[in-house]
T-cell receptor
Framework: DGGITQSPKYLFRKEGQNVTLSCEQNLNHDAMYWYRQDPGQGLRLIYY???????QKGDIAEGYSVSREKKESFPLTVTSAQKNPTAFYLC?????????????????FGPGTRLTVL | DAKTTQPNSMESNEEEPVHLPCNHSTISGTDYIHWYRQLPSQGPEYVIHGLTSNVNNRMASLAIAEDRKSSTLILHRATLRDAAVYYC???????????FGQGTTLQVKP
C-alpha cells in the first residue's frame, strides 16, 4: 500500500539533545512538508520541500533543520535551539509542489510523531 | 496568506445534516478553498475543495458563496465517525502550502 510513514510514533528525549524524526513516502510525490501541532491548536508549517535537494523555511523554522537528499525521504531534526520542542509533528506530501496543480493537489498526511522533551 | 474564520465548535445529532461555515473575506481570485478534517491523535485527511462552483463528493458537499467570501461544508448525514476538527483552508498555487487555523470541533451525539 502506498502512503506516508513516520517513526517512531512516540519519542522521548532529554532537554538539550538533538533528535531526528523520520518521514518516508512511497507515493512518488515531489513535495513534502513538516508541520507542528500544539494541544488545541491548528497545524503550523515548519519546512517544506517542493523538489529533491531543495527546501524552504515555513512559518516556524527556528530551531529545526531538514534535508531532502532523496525524493521519498524528508527527515526533520529538532535541535537544542528549539525552545519548546514538545509537540505533535506531522509530515505530509503532495504530488506536485509548484505550478498550476499545487493549489488543488490533495495533501496526504502521515500518522504523526509525538515528541516529549523531559 | 489569506485567513479563514470558523466557529470554535458545533454539535450535531447522528443521522442529521451538518452545515459547517467558513468566512474568508480576503480571498484572492486564485485561492482554492480546501477542507480537511482531523480525528484525535491522527494526521488530517482531505475532505473536499473548490474554486467557484459548488462541489460534491462521496464525503461531503461544498457550497461556495457567489462573492467567494464564505463557504459551507455540508455533511449530509452525520455519523459518530464524523466527530473531528474540521479545517477550512485557502490555498494558493505558488507553493501549495496549507495554512491551518484552529478549525471547528464537531461533536456528534447519538
Amino acid at each position: 500500500d502506498g502512503g506516508i510513514t513516520q517513526s517512531p510514533k512516540y519519542l522521548f528525549r532529554k532537554e538539550g539533545q538533538n533528535v531526528t524524526l523520520s518521514c518516508e513516502q512511497n507515493l512518488n510525490h515531489d513535495a513534502m512538508y513538516w508541520y507542528r501541532q500544539d494541544p488545541g491548536q491548528g497545524l503550523r508549517l515548519i519546512y517544506y520541500s517542493q523538489i529533491v535537494n531543495d527546501f524552504q523555511k515555513g512559518d516556524i523554522a527556528e530551531g529545526y533543520s531538514v534535508s531532502r537528499e532523496k525524493k521519498e525521504s524528508f527527515p526533520l531534526t529538532v535541535t537544542s535551539a528549539q525552545k519548546n520542542p514538545t509537540a505533535f509533528y506531522l509530515c505530509a506530501s503532495t504530488p506536485m509542489g509548484i505550478g498550476d496543480r499545487a493549489s488543488t493537489d490533495t495533501q496526504y498526511f502521515g500518522p504523526g510523531t509525538r515528541l516529549t522533551v523531559l | 496568506d489569506a485567513k479563514t474564520t470558523q466557529p470554535n465548535s458545533m454539535e450535531s445529532n447522528e443521522e442529521e445534516p451538518v452545515h459547517l461555515p467558513c468566512n474568508h473575506s480576503t480571498i484572492s481570485g486564485t485561492d482554492y478553498i480546501h477542507w480537511y478534517r482531523q480525528l484525535p491523535s491522527q494526521g488530517p485527511e482531505y475532505v473536499i475543495h473548490g474554486l467557484t462552483s459548488n462541489v460534491n463528493n462521496r464525503m461531503a458537499s461544498l457550497a461556495i458563496a457567489e462573492d467567494r467570501k464564505s463557504s459551507t461544508l455540508i455533511l449530509h448525514r452525520a455519523t459518530l465517525r464524523d466527530a473531528a476538527v474540521y479545517y477550512c483552508i485557502l490555498r494558493s498555487g505558488n507553493t501549495g502550502k496549507l495554512i491551518f487555523g484552529q478549525g471547528t470541533t464537531l461533536q456528534v451525539k447519538p
